[in-house]
């Protein structure tokens, strides 16, 4: 037992970086979908939305930017996909 919680500590240490929503630290209650810039950072290269799992977003924050980016494509700011 003391050795399982020595290797899930370790493993924490190691790769499991502490991630937090940006949103909720900035108090940002409202997406802009005008916000090209910050919504650049949401998506991958290819053009996808980036997963909750891989940006930290919390549940509310990440529907709200899936809508944002949503409507910013819908008005040429960002693209569909990118070749
Ligand atoms: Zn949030």
New binding site residues.
């Given amino acids: 037992m003391a050795n399982n919680q020595n290797k899930r500590g370790n493993k924490s240490s190691y790769f499991q970086k502490k991630k937090f ?1 940006w ?2 630290k900035h108090n940002m209650w409202y997406i802009d979908y005008k916000d090209v810039n910050l919504l650049k950072n949401y998506i991958h290269e290819n053009g996808k939305i980036m997963s909750r799992r891989l940006t930290g ?2 549940h ?2 990440q529907k709200r930017l899936t809508i944002a980016i949503k409507r910013a494509r819908h008005m040429a700011l960002l693209p569909f996909i990118v070749k």
Avoid: A, P, V
Wanted: charged share 0%; proline share 0%.
């Fill in positions: 929503c949103f909720c977003t919390c509310y924050h």
